[in-house]
């Protein structure tokens, strides 16, 4: 009954930039923490960031300084603005949102389908 669609991702040269962006829709009460995850084929999926509805950030190290999360809390929607792209960074890149529910009250986490995100050199 809630649905993450991600957007925004491609084909991108080294050192370019892409912006994503993640709504959430359907049965909402309110949201949290809403983040970016990433995964590349055979690897692990990795914490790209996440921001919670007041603005506090967190970063995994190797995103700092490149990356910047944010969100529209009124959209339900996170952006992830992505900078000085490099080949590794190249994966599937996912918005993730552990969604407060009614009738009952419940919070359930939800998983977007994933954006490709291609950084050629």
């Known amino acids: 009954q809630v649905q993450l669609v991600e957007s925004g991702g491609g084909l991108v040269q080294a050192g370019g930039s892409l912006r994503l962006s993640c709504t959430a829709s359907?049965?909402?009460?309110?949201?949290?923490?809403m983040g970016w995850y990433r995964q590349a084929p055979g690897k692990q999926r990795e914490l790209v960031a996440t921001?919670?509805?007041?603005?506090?950030?967190n970063y995994a190290d190797s995103m700092k300084g490149r990356f910047t999360i944010s969100r529209d809390n009124a959209k339900n929607t996170v952006y992830l603005q992505m900078n000085s792209l490099q080949p590794e960074d190249t994966a599937v890149y996912y918005c993730?949102?552990?969604?407060?529910?009614?009738?009952?009250?419940?919070?359930?986490?939800?998983w977007g389908q994933g954006t490709q995100v291609t950084v050629s050199s």
């Open positions: 993730n949102a552990p969604v407060v529910r009614t009738a009952p009250w419940r919070i359930n986490d939800y």
């Open positions: 359907g049965s909402i009460f309110s949201i949290n923490a």
């Open positions: 921001i919670t509805s007041g603005g506090s950030t």
